[in-house]
């Protein structure tokens, strides 16, 4: 193979597994939005939290598979927290207070982050199990990439069961389309609400564990993938699972391709692709359906 | 069995209900009747506390219901069909009659699938790519899966073709033996036939109770009904 094929090949690889990860925070985002009218600014800053959280459990047991366990468990707790505590007031009032409490939960978990943590970049390395590298036939790629891959598409493939096979996730399912009915069926929705937005957040958590070894970590790491995982909420289509991952990859794709021409570029690309795509379907690839 | 007693509800600053008192007793078929946009839909919606009510009471069986959360009163066995039929879209038949007896104390598919034979052929079709008649029909089976006491449907014949109606029209006749049922009917007929009372709406108030040979020779159709 000629060198460009094989830097373009290295290239589609690390736009999917970047791909991944937005699909990763793009799926609890876009079902929060789905199923609770709310648009969680925070979403970043759970993830940023993940990263750090990482870091510190990671320095404290040495082991990522524990940190790979405790981060998402951490996150979600103070998900439910935020859910049951300061969300739940706001339901069946103007969604503006919520996007506003949202906007204010960002900040003050970046702001915990940096009393807590300072405001440097943190280096987080790869555990030794999963450094290095392997040849594909063609490439050397990073077996640590290779695993988040193996992970997003572990976790997608859970998220998937749970939404398709249990019944909750069918609960989930059918208060996404029709919230009322759920409720007039007999069903607190506001329980469904505390688990999907506990679970959402605690994805993004851990995708921020799983980026932390691949990106720079710092306190406002989250707001640059928050505004990546809005464009991938919206090309997929609000509230839809499908379409979070499938746009999670499209978009990820799009930024490594044009960083191959164009760096400068990348972040653009992907605006100008949505506009350009919101024109041709304003309801995203899957509409609402999940 | 369901008393409603002057309730007031408005859409943000629409008023649409004036103080509407209704019942509905063990054993009877009630029918309210009105023009478009009278506001029978939100009576329903009101008693489901889908709409808040912003003043008056509505008792359940003995209970007071009124503002309480629309799980607990639905839990306490009102059943609803939705005017706009609400069939859970992105799931399938089977799992939109599921979602009936998630929280039903006594869920009864096996009774809703004796009225609906024809949904036992579309338990695995998504709910979106159903007929309109089907949809009706996906709507009430579900509301009877979920074994409630008292039914409320919401113009369950809109839209529907003449034969299916006749259809309806037998399956609310039996539902009617099981159980009160609290009916919001544009079809007159429909209505005569079915109706052990019939309330007639006009702007957000009730402008005449009886039962349908009294409304017959009363002057209340010409009066409310007649455009
Ligand atoms: N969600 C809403 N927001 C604001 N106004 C509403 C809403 N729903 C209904 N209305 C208004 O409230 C009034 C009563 O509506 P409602 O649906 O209860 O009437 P209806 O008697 O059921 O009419 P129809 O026979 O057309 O079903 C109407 O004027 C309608 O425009
Ligand atoms: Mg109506």
């Not at chain 1, 609400?193 to 995708?207: D, E, M, N, Y």
């Not at chain 1, 999670?248 to 690309?269: F, K, N, R």
């Not at chain 2, 579309?122 to 029909?137: C, K, N, T």
Request: aromatic share 10%.
């Amino acid at each position: 193979m000629t060198d460009f094929l094989i830097l373009l090949a290295g290239q589609l690889m690390n736009g999917f597994v970047f791909g991944m990860i937005l699909a990763l925070i793009a799926m609890g985002l876009s079902i929060i939005f789905g199923l609770m009218d709310i648009i969680n600014f925070a979403h970043g800053a759970y993830y940023t939290l993940g990263a750090y959280v990482a870091i510190s459990v990671m320095g404290f047991f040495d082991n990522f598979w524990v940190v790979l366990i405790v981060v998402p468990a951490v996150v979600m707790v103070v998900g439910f927290f935020v859910e049951s505590v300061l969300l739940r007031p706001l339901y069946g009032k103007d969604p503006v207070f919520s996007l506003l409490l949202s906007f204010g939960v960002m900040l003050g978990i970046v702001q915990v982050i940096r009393l807590v943590w300072g405001v440097a970049y943190r280096p987080f390395s790869p555990p030794d199990a999963l450094s290095g590298s392997v040849y594909l036939g063609f490439l050397h790629f990073s077996v640590y990439r290779l695993f988040v891959v193996g992970m997003c598409i572990g976790l997608a493939i859970l998220v998937w069961l749970l939404l398709k096979k249990t019944s909750v996730g069918m609960t989930v399912r059918a208060a996404v389309d029709k919230r009322d009915m759920v409720k007039a069926l007999g069903i607190n929705v506001s329980a469904v609400f505390t688990v999907v937005f506990g679970v959402g957040v605690g994805l993004a958590g851990l995708a921020g564990a799983l980026a932390a070894p691949l990106l720079a970590v710092y306190p406002e790491m989250g707001i640059q993938i928050l505004v990546e995982s809005f464009v991938v909420v919206v090309i997929g289509g609000m509230g839809s699972f499908k379409g979070s991952i499938v746009a999670g990859i499209i978009v990820g794709e799009i930024m490594a391709l044009t960083t191959l021409w164009y760096p400068e570029m990348s972040h653009v690309a992907v605006y100008v692709f949505m506009a350009v795509f919101l024109l041709t379907r304003p309801k995203g690839l899957f509409g609402s359906a999940i | 069995m369901l008393q409603v007693e002057d309730i007031h509800a408005s859409y943000g600053a629409g008023a649409v209900l004036f103080g509407v008192s209704l019942e509905v007793k063990k054993d009877e078929v009630v029918c309210l009747l009105g023009r478009n946009g009278v506001g029978k839909s939100t009576i329903l919606k009101t008693i489901m506390n889908l709409v808040t009510p912003g003043s008056g009471h509505i008792r359940f069986k003995g209970e007071e219901i009124t503002g309480k959360r629309t799980d607990k009163i639905a839990k306490r066995g009102l059943g609803y069909v939705p005017e706009d039929r609400d069939i859970f879209s992105t799931l399938t038949v089977l799992d939109n009659l599921k979602m009936a007896e998630v929280a039903s104390k006594k869920p009864n598919r096996e009774k809703a699938l004796e009225y609906f034979p024809i949904l036992r052929t579309l338990l695995d079709q998504e709910g979106e790519s159903l007929s309109g008649g089907e949809q009706q029909m996906l709507a009430i089976a579900r509301a009877v899966t979920a074994g409630s006491d008292l039914m409320m449907l919401d113009e369950p014949s809109e839209g529907l073709a003449p034969v299916i109606r006749e259809d309806l029209k037998e399956v609310l006749t039996e539902l009617a033996k099981e159980m009160p049922i609290l009916l919001v009917e544009q079809n007159l007929q429909m209505t005569l036939d079915l109706a052990n009372r019939i309330y007639i709406i006009v702007n957000g108030g009730v402008a005449f109770v009886g039962t349908p040979q009294e409304m017959e020779e009363s002057k209340a159709v010409e009066k409310y009904l007649m455009l």
